[in-house]
């Protein structure tokens, strides 16, 4: 890891030192989200979108073509400046003050007068909720499935503003040079050909027809509400914010969805940013914190309503709010907390609450709004103010270390981006961030959200998880009608019983998900017919007997296989069928054994290939457990020895026992074969193939003589062929060992596939 002090003087160096600032006046002959369009498919390019006409939705940003980006997880901070990255280990604020520091515009002797406003150079990004953990000491029970970054930031070349209110549009470059050269000439002309290129061509999207899945059931969502109601009766706390997380299917254009649901739903605090491998789409109404030289504010929300669909209930729904004492009671609190964490980085006697609880009316809903503004002190700045706010109250309740503590013991997931901050951060004493509240972050082929409320005494735990529903139902119903046609849900049959595969469970106290007590069987299936069912079965009820030392189940598992071949649509191709059977945790009778059956279409390994047949490499990890004489669940040796193969650019690896002599592959039995013998490698532990004894058979028929022995590896080469097998492939020749070939195979494999698939 490389110091950051270290790191900032290369940084420096790379990244250029900023001379000035270009402007100019330029024309926009298409929508700001057009314009913008242009931009969204480039990585680091960031869109914030002020919707609606109130005070705080002035200006429509677009910040693109980063030269820095800065991005960590934790500790673990990344700068990527020019082609160059650096990874070192550092608290993520003070890397953010630094860089913001480094390039700070204070020395060029411009005033705020003399910059664009409100962002004329500056980081554009996010940062997570999950940051908290950086600013105090908080237990990390909830699981971080997504493993993004807890902060993402670009330095844009290319800064777009179009005043709303003033109807012009400006384009700001930070000027940089190193080298001795300026950057400016190539960062407008890389400008100019985007604006002059064709406008890129109009996407689409679409998510699961099944729609979105929650990572909770609504009666365990309740009752983490009813423990949050007990946690407050005794005194911890006086309000928390409870969120569930949503996931769903997502093909096609993120900025496609984000175009949509701002031209559906504009609010103030619109966001969409690409950071190349995710994207970040947020439809916020609420700004976090506000800085314009020494002014800072923010704008707490809390109470929400639904607008009518009549004038009258439109007006009934919004006095309802004004005059609701648990939404004003949660507001207040929320104030009063905002005004405490502002004040510590602000001028004593400077904090104020300039209004209070006022009603905001937006396209679906009504919010209570207040404002509370303070001056800042002279020896602080806009990192100072995030690390004595954040994450923001509003959205984790009061107090707030003791509410973040119970969030992490309820809500499952780490919440990441949901709840956190978006938005910019200037060299030049100005900042917007809002909290990232209605929020999706799209990722490898899924999209995520989360909606939360906040939860105190008298809340209605169901009236509660409604209100999830109703804040998330923008984002969810903007999938309504784009359902992608999928194929038929996967089921498995478990335990009896043919379920959906998303569903099917084993109980985490069995002894098969614990120590991988269980074993399984793999049966190719063509055309519904299971090839070597009989010898499949004999050998598992063989282990049954061996590992759980009870008689094994009276089932027609050729019928079972069929319902589970019907149920996935496999009838008309070549399946690969799972039998797994797990030891459950009892001891005694009744045994709660797990049974499963599970099926996937198949294609065979030589299928994609140009070559026919398989390379293997010798894995350099012996293998010897008793174990290897089933197909035991406890498989992890053989799955990294693939795993390790491919990263060598081999098919498969080879085993080999303590003794350096030969056993199998990480997936098959090895056939070795000179003139008119078989050889089977002998191994102490080694599972008999049903595939390698079908073929031995008919190898036997056709006047091949079989025989055990005793290989090494380098004996392979003193043979005409060798072949691999299994049940699903059958027998595929060995091209080469460890890169170095092997004598040219006959075509005898294809005859005994033909003979036995």
Not at 600 to 622: C, S, V, W
Not at 686 to 706: C, D, H, N, Q, S
Not at 728 to 752: H, R, T
Request: charged share 25%; aromatic share 8%.
């Amino acid at each position: 890891m490389i110091r950051i002090k270290l790191t900032m003087d290369e940084i420096k160096k790379i990244a250029g030192q900023i001379t000035g600032i270009h402007r100019e006046r330029i024309s926009l002959n298409e929508s700001f989200l057009d314009f913008s369009a242009r931009f969204a498919s480039m990585p680091g390019t960031t869109v914030l979108m002020s919707g609606g006409d109130l005070d705080c939705a002035r200006y429509h940003i677009l910040g693109a073509k980063p030269w820095l980006t800065l991005s960590g997880i934790s500790r673990s901070m990344t700068i990527t400046a020019g082609d160059q990255t650096f990874d070192f280990e550092a608290d993520p604020f003070d890397t953010l003050c630094m860089i913001l520091k480094t390039f700070s515009l204070s020395g060029l002797n411009l005033g705020q007068s003399d910059l664009p406003k409100p962002v004329a150079a500056g980081l554009f990004g996010y940062l997570t909720y999950d940051l908290k953990d950086c600013l105090e000491k908080l237990p990390r029970t909830a699981v971080d499935r997504l493993r993004l970054p807890h902060l993402y930031f670009v330095a844009p070349s290319i800064i777009v503003v179009h005043d709303k209110s003033a109807g012009s549009t400006q384009l700001s470059m930070p000027e940089r040079i190193f080298s001795g050269l300026s950057n400016l000439d190539d960062d407008l002309a890389a400008f100019r050909r985007i604006l002059s290129a064709k406008p890129p061509e109009k996407e689409g999207f679409s998510g699961d027809a099944g729609g979105f899945r929650s990572n909770f059931t609504k009666p365990v969502y309740i009752d983490a509400i009813e423990k949050i109601k007990e946690y407050i009766a005794a005194g911890h706390v006086y309000q928390v914010n409870m969120s569930q997380r949503f996931e769903m299917d997502f093909e096609g254009s993120t900025f496609s969805l984000f175009k949509t649901l701002y031209n559906d739903n504009p609010a103030p605090f619109f966001a969409y940013i690409n950071t190349g491998n995710h994207q970040i789409v947020s439809t916020s109404p609420e700004r976090f914190l506000l800085r314009t030289g020494e002014r800072v504010e923010t704008r707490p929300i809390k109470g929400t309503r639904p607008r009518g669909k009549t004038p009258a209930e439109d007006e009934k729904l919004g006095q309802e709010l004004m005059q609701s004492v648990k939404d004003d009671a949660e507001l207040s609190m929320i104030v009063d907390l905002l005004r405490n964490d502002i004040g510590k980085v602000c001028k004593a006697g400077s904090v104020r609450v300039a209004e209070h609880k006022r009603l905001e009316a937006y396209q679906n809903v009504y919010h209570l709004v207040s404002i509370v503004e303070g001056k800042l002190a002279r020896d602080r700045d806009s990192v100072d103010l995030l690390k004595a706010t954040f994450p923001g109250g509003s959205i984790t309740g009061c107090p707030k270390i003791r509410t973040m503590e119970i969030i992490d013991e309820l809500e499952p997931d780490r919440r990441h981006i949901y709840t956190g901050s978006i938005g910019y951060i200037s060299f030049h004493d100005t900042m917007d961030m809002s909290i990232a509240i209605r929020t999706a972050t799209i990722y490898n082929g899924k999209i995520f959200f989360s909606v939360g409320g906040g939860i105190v005494f008298d809340s209605d735990p169901l009236d509660e998880y409604e209100e999830t529903l109703h804040k998330g139902r923008t984002l969810m119903e903007v999938f309504k009608g784009k359902g992608k046609k999928s194929a038929k849900k996967n089921h498995v049959w478990i335990n009896g019983a043919l379920e959906p595969l998303d569903q099917a469970c084993v109980p985490v106290a069995d002894q098969g998900f614990q120590y991988g007590y269980g074993f399984f069987e793999t049966i190719r299936v063509d055309r519904g017919n299971p090839k070597h069912l009989k010898a499949h079965v004999d050998r598992f009820y063989q282990t049954w007997k061996h590992l759980f030392s009870d008689n094994p189940p009276d089932l027609t598992w050729d019928e079972i296989i069929n319902q589970v071949i019907v149920q996935n649509s496999l009838v008309d191709e070549t399946a690969a069928v799972k039998m797994v059977a797990t030891s459950g945790d009892r001891e005694a009778p009744p045994f709660n054994h797990t049974l499963v059956v599970i099926a996937r279409p198949y294609t065979h390994r030589l299928a994609d290939k140009k070559e026919q047949g398989l390379n293997l490499a010798i894995y350099p990890h012996p293998r010897q457990t008793p174990l290897a004489d089933h197909k035991t669940l406890n498989y992890l040796y053989y799955f990294l020895a693939g795993k390790w193969a491919k990263a060598q650019k081999a098919d498969e690896a080879l085993i080999l026992n303590p003794d350096n002599t030969v056993s199998e592959t990480n997936t098959a039995n090895i056939l070795l074969i000179k003139n008119n013998t078989v050889i089977k490698p002998a191994s102490p532990h080694v599972l008999p193939g049903i595939m390698e004894t079908v073929v031995g058979k008919l190898l036997a028929e056709w006047g091949f003589r079989i025989e055990n022995r005793t290989v090494r590896p380098e004996d392979l080469f003193d043979f005409d062929q060798v072949m691999i097998t299994n049940s699903l492939m059958g027998a595929v020749p060995v091209l080469s060992i460890d890169g170095k070939k092997l004598p040219e195979p006959s075509d005898l494999w294809i005859k005994i596939n033909k003979a036995i698939l």
